[in-house]
């Protein structure tokens, strides 16, 4: 996999659900400049909001107060969506998708993101990081 990435869009939120729409213009845009189809963008904006909610709701918690770093990456085989939040690391072994046939409320973002990327992994948070959460969706599955 070739390693030279251009960054499409970078955006600093407050880890608040009343951001999130700034954090789907955002990945709406750079998915449109990479030449995603609009039913591609629409899954790809879903799998991004649904993992932005998961750090507001996991990563910092009811006491919030922190921010998501979002940056959206072409390269020549991806588009590439980075999420580094500042809360403490979390227990990565812990974060598994519930049983799709559980009905109850919430607890589907995993499901939805494995479905609609092609891989999702956190990498090792640098500086005064505490989670990094990338997500790639490879160029040829979203393009018409």
Do not use: W
């Amino acid at each position: 996999m070739s390693r030279r990435r251009e960054r499409l869009a970078r955006l600093r939120i407050p880890a608040r659900a009343d951001q999130l729409r700034r954090a789907r213009a955002v990945v709406r845009e750079a998915a449109r400049v990479a030449g995603c189809s609009p039913e591609s963008i629409d899954l790809i904006v879903l799998a991004v909001d649904e993992a932005c909610a998961n750090v507001i709701r996991h990563a910092y918690g009811p006491e919030g107060g922190g921010d998501i770093v979002l940056e959206v990456f072409r390269t020549p085989e991806d588009l590439c969506v980075r999420l580094t939040d500042f809360a403490d690391p979390i227990d990565k072994s812990s974060i598994k998708p519930r049983d799709v046939d559980e009905v109850r409320p919430g607890g589907l973002g995993v499901h939805l993101i494995r479905e609609i990327m092609d891989s999702f992994e956190f990498l090792e948070p640098i500086g005064t990081a505490g989670n990094v959460l990338e997500m790639r969706k490879r160029l040829s599955a979203c393009r018409p």
